[in-house]
């Protein structure tokens, strides 16, 4: 879970479509969000402040060379915190929010970042797949995998034989892995 699925940033390369713009939007406007109230932002200002880096990353991303041993979320990252730096730099209120985030040790930093992106992609990824699935599939995949329950008391619960909770986990993960592979490494 390093990176923004690579496969998505070399569509919006070199053949973007707006389901693959959708997608990065979906993916990362919830992450750019909670990192502006973090730093202290408004709603309103944290909302203004997402759709300004989701426009800059309308007219940057298809030039954008995508390099594997690089974070694309680290690149995220620091175009959020210029654009933060340049708006507070506009505004003349304290109310813009602190760098107190930006001001922690490169390490507890590091940390801070994993932790929020990791959170909210994993939950971002798993709304969006949840969507291409039954409930019923769904539902036995993630009581099985996430809740822990045993596939017989899912099958019971959910009216299914105990192989169809096998195979309901075996779609949604192998899906999972396509769509997401890095993110879930």
């Known amino acids: 879970m390093q990176q923004t699925p690579a496969s998505l940033l ?5 053949s973007p479509s707006e389901t693959d713009w959708n ?3 979906d993916l990362s406007s919830p992450l750019l969000f909670v990192w502006s109230k973090r730093l202290g932002m408004s709603d309103n ?3 203004d402040h997402v759709q300004e880096v989701m426009l800059l990353l309308l007219e940057k991303l298809p030039g954008f060379q995508y390099d594997q041993t690089k974070s694309f979320r680290a690149w995220l990252k620091t175009v959020s915190k210029n654009k933060f730096l340049e708006r507070k730099r506009k505004r003349t209120d304290k109310s813009a929010g602190t760098l107190s985030h930006f001001e922690l040790t490169a390490d507890e930093e590091t940390q801070f970042w994993e932790r929020e992106y990791r959170s909210l992609m994993m939950e971002n990824a798993l709304q969006l797949m949840k969507t291409h699935f039954e409930e019923k599939t769904w539902k036995a995949c993630l009581e099985h995998t996430i809740n822990g329950k045993k596939a ?4 019971t ?3 299914m034989s105990e192989s169809s909770v096998y195979v309901a986990k075996s779609r949604v993960l192998h899906r999972l892995r396509q769509e997401f592979g890095d993110l879930l490494d």
């Open 10 to 14: 070399l569509r919006i390369r070199h």
């Open 23 to 25: 997608r990065l939007v």
């Open 45 to 47: 200002d944290a909302a």
């Open 152 to 155: 017989a008391q899912i099958a």
């Open 157 to 159: 619960e959910l009216g």
